[in-house]
């Protein structure tokens, strides 16, 4: 099953011209993990098998492929596009995300962040696609608990974009209190059991300032087309991760209100995904 559900990506990337092998075997001589804490500890729930990994997030091939395995989602969201290439259905994809965070400041008056956190942000493609969105930004921290990933997010870093890397839980965080504008959990939470998820929530409220934006971006547990989807598709999705029955059943909205988020809004971003963003009363 999970043989499967990996073919299956690998297929649709290089359906759209995304070299998958080629991209793999040119990283594999990106093997040092700079950023690694050696005194993690990393939570159970991490350490489970991801994404048909055995060691999950924590090991080198994994990393390799992220790159092609985020333009799989892309293109597994805009199919129809059948002329898109894998770049150009992630920039679809984001662009979306980023319109719906900017028109939400818009709405609340808020100004556009200077500082933010993006929390899991593996090998930094959403990292560098904040950098590039908000222009304005001081300081754009990504933080994830791969080391392995990290080091490929410091191989392919601009270095003149105001980013910095670490390694580090999302949920015991580096950031002192009330520091940050924004905080970002781009595809992570499905990855992640419910209380993990809360913890997510009260790390967001100590470090943001009072009227900084909390945003979680990810599938829709409402969406037509993954209520939709065929069974056994649905289950092939779910074999390699194992916490998302825990993320489709776990109430977001209710959960960032009651830790005192205000104005708590979910945006469709497309007909897969969502942006539920809140603000730090
Ligand atoms: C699907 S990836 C997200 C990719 C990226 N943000 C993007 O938008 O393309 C999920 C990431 O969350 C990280 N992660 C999961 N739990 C975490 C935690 N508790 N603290 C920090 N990072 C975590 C994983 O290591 C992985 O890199």
Known sequence: MKVLAKQVRHNSAESRGVRWDGHVDNMRRQNEKELED????????????????????????????????????????????????????FVELRSRITDAIKSYHTRHGLPLPSRIADMGCSTGMS???????????????????????????????????PITYVHGLAEQSPFSDSSLDMVNFNFVIHECPQAAIESFIRESSRILRPGGVLAFVDNNPRSATIQNLPPAIFTLMKSTEPWSDEYYSF???????????????????????????????
């Open 251 to 281: 109430d977001l909205e209710a959960a960032m209100r009651a830790a005192g988020f205000k104005e708590v809004v979910t945006l469709e971003t497309d007909h897969r995904h969502r942006c539920v963003m809140g603000i730090r009363p």
């Open 127 to 161: 990292t560098q696609w904040l950098a590039e969105q908000f222009p304005q930004a001081a300081a754009i921290t990504g933080l994830d608990l791969s080391p392995y990933f990290l080091a490929v997010a410091e191989e392919r870093w601009v270095r003149s974009a």
């Open 38 to 89: 050696p005194a993690m500890s990393y939570p159970d729930y991490y350490l489970k098998p991801f994404h048909a990994y055995e060691t999950g997030n924590l090991e080198w091939l994994a990393a390799y492929e992220v790159q092609p395995a985020t333009y799989a989602m892309g293109i597994r969201t805009f199919k129809d596009k059948q002329h898109w290439s894998g770049d150009q259905c």
